[in-house]
């Protein structure tokens, strides 16, 4: 069955420090990764997609950026945060073809900026 | 784009009750789902229903695409239903988009 882990669950960084969060996922091959932040516990933002190594989409212009160096990793960093940058940072997976198909959700990652 | 509405925004009930959540979109999709947020931030799919009617357990949803809408049932709620319910469509043209509602907060109490 698949699997997926983000890492770390909770973080508490000072303005201007660097990011960087981790997502794998285990148990398939050539998923859609994506990365979502949620503010305030509602309303999820799309931040950034990947269909494929080395592949990613920007949906927000910010402060954060994404890489995908393996097919089954995908990771959300930052060179400086921001008080802005706060919030919960869900990584998901998808098959290829999401549409018949759901999305699967990591356990989240809790970031408060200080 | 197309634009998601959930209603109610909170819903408070005891355990026992029965409730319905709505969720209303502005254009044609090729996708819905219904998932779960509990209160320590998990997302859980609970229903993948672009069409039609599905049950699991306690909680069923049906979808009207022609009307364009979707709702979900709970019934005999449960404190452990408690969390935020949200539904997301994927628009016609696309293969990785979802868009999100804001959310039904929902509160069982014991």
């Known amino acids: 069955s698949q699997t997926i882990h983000q890492w770390p669950a909770t973080l508490v960084q000072p303005v201007g420090s660097p990011l960087s969060l981790e997502c794998t996922v285990e148990?398939?091959?050539?998923?859609?990764l994506y990365w979502y932040r949620q503010a305030a516990g509602r309303g999820l933002q799309l931040l950034f997609y990947?269909?494929?190594?080395?592949?990613i989409s920007s949906e927000v212009p910010q402060n954060l950026s994404a890489s995908r160096p393996q097919d089954r990793q995908f990771i959300l960093s930052s060179k400086k945060l921001l008080l802005s940058d706060s919030g919960f940072y869900l990584c998901?997976?998808?098959?290829?073809?999401?549409?018949?198909?759901?999305?699967?959700f990591g356990e989240g990652s809790w970031l408060t900026v200080v | 784009g197309i634009q998601v509405e959930q209603s109610p925004p909170d819903l408070i009930l005891q355990e026992g009750a029965n409730s319905t959540l709505r969720c209303n979109f502005s254009?044609?999709?090729?996708?819905l789902q219904w998932f779960h947020q509990n209160p320590w931030g998990q997302l859980i799919n609970l229903f993948y229903?672009?069409?039609?009617?599905k049950q699991n357990g306690r909680l069923s949803a049906t979808t009207v695409a022609t009307e364009r809408y979707s709702l979900l049932y709970i019934s005999s709620s449960q404190t452990t239903d408690s969390g935020v319910y949200f539904c997301?469509?994927?628009?016609?043209?696309?293969?990785?988009?979802?868009?999100w509602g804001a959310g039904t907060k929902l509160i069982i109490k014991p």
């Open positions: 998901a997976w998808s098959v290829r073809q999401l549409l018949g198909n759901t999305i699967y």
């Open positions: 254009d044609s999709v090729n996708n």
């Open positions: 148990g398939t091959s050539n998923p859609n």
């Open positions: 990947s269909v494929g190594i080395g592949q």
């Open positions: 229903i672009p069409s039609g009617t």
């Open positions: 997301a469509v994927t628009p016609m043209d696309s293969n990785y988009q979802l868009i």
